[in-house]
């Protein structure tokens, strides 16, 4: 229970790798926030399977682009649990286009989610997450790689990267911040739309030509989570498999 007693917000957590992150982190004791901004019958399942394995959830709908719903968040966590412990930026959307095919509305969703949304939730955390807290914001290993069609998703997760060096030595109050990067992962958004062939070119990219399952990306969320990361701050993780 490496996590025993400690209050945690998951942006983005109604399903993928939030919703397993959710769980994992609930089997260890955390009493977490399920966070969602238009997936409120997935985000109850999540917090459903949460409270049968005698876990602590409550599911809270916000869209983290909006700084107002943000501060909801924020405040009804602290409303319910009295504090909040570790923060973890998950939510987020990829739009795969060839740069000159995006529109300007695309441009906007990507940036306004990604990079928007974790300012958002980083204002909040600087005077409400507790001393000696952890942020963990999600970027991508697409942000170190050239693939065609991931120009503006890369981009705004280089811009997620950058925005973690420099807060963590801004925030103080014994607070780590890092980054987790995860390689190419089997959930469902991801696989929808993709060939067989690119699938299988993308196993053949790591060194042990697989996807990742979300159970993967989540196990180091856990210990990024836990207090036994606490020397680490500042840094990008990458989960990958040697991907990148």
């Not at 400690?6 to 926030?33: D, F, H, P, Y």
Request: glycine share 6%; net charge positive; proline share 1%.
């Amino acid at each position: 229970m490496k996590l025993k007693n400690k209050v945690i917000i998951v942006t983005g957590s109604s399903r993928g790798i939030g919703k397993e992150i959710a769980i994992l982190l609930a089997k260890n004791g955390a009493k977490v926030v399920v966070n969602h901004s238009n997936s409120e019958a997935e985000a109850k399942a999540t917090v459903n399977t949460i409270e049968k394995n005698d876990g602590i959830a409550f599911s809270f709908k916000a869209d983290v682009s909006k700084k107002s719903e943000v501060t909801q968040l924020f405040n009804e966590t602290l409303n319910r649990f009295g504090k909040i412990d570790v923060l973890i930026n998950n939510a987020g959307v990829m739009i795969s286009k060839e740069l000159k095919d995006n529109s300007q509305e695309d441009f906007t969703k990507q940036f306004d989610i990604n990079v928007r949304g974790i300012f958002n939730t980083l204002q909040e955390a600087h005077s409400k997450l507790a001393d000696n807290g952890i942020i963990i914001n999600v970027s991508s290993s697409t942000a170190k790689l050239m693939f065609p069609t991931y120009a503006l998703y890369s981009a705004s997760k280089a811009a997620v990267e950058q925005i973690t060096r420099v807060f963590s030595k801004e925030i103080g109050r014994g607070i780590s911040v890092n980054a987790i990067a995860p390689g190419a992962t089997e959930t469902e958004l991801f696989l929808e739309g993709k060939s067989v062939e690119f699938i299988n070119k993308l196993k053949g990219m790591n060194a042990f030509n697989r996807l990742a399952k979300p159970i993967d990306i989540a196990k180091v969320v856990l210990f990024l989570a836990s207090d036994d990361s606490k020397w680490i701050s500042g840094q990008v993780i990458g989960a990958n498999g040697a991907l990148v």
